[in-house]
């Protein structure tokens, strides 16, 4: 079963910077894309950010563009999110995800939230 534990949500003032890292285990990491997606209250999950298995291409939504940077290391089987200028609107979970060739898999997700 694939395993998707996400880490380093917390809270954090508007401006601020976190780091979000989601490790990967039991199935081949550095052959599969992965992504994060972000939930708010009341609102649909939402595509935030996606990288290429090999972590030569990757795309944000345009709301994070210039903010977010998404990363990989393929030795450590781990994906990172690191955000900067955070704004309130950025608050929800985020949560990795992986497109196997049969399913996807989500994470557990964590809690972000921009607050002063």
């Known amino acids: 079963q694939v395993h998707l534990v996400e880490s380093g949500g917390g809270l954090v003032q508007p401006g601020g910077s976190l780091r979000l890292s989601c490790a990967a285990s039991?199935?081949?990491?550095?052959?599969?894309?992965m992504s994060w997606y972000r939930q708010a209250p009341g609102k649909e999950r939402e595509l935030v950010a996606a990288?290429?298995?090999?972590?030569?291409?990757?795309n944000y939504a345009e709301s994070v563009k210039g903010r977010f940077t998404i990363s990989r290391d393929n030795a450590k089987n781990t994906v990172y999110l690191q955000m900067n200028s955070l704004k309130p609107e950025d608050t929800a979970v985020y949560y990795c995800?992986?497109?196997?060739?049969?399913?996807?898999?989500w994470g557990q997700g964590t809690q972000v939230t921009v607050s002063s």
């Open positions: 039991r199935f081949t990491f550095s052959s599969y894309a």
């Open positions: 995800r992986v497109q196997l060739v049969y399913r996807g898999y």
């Open positions: 990288i290429t298995a090999a972590g030569g291409s990757s």
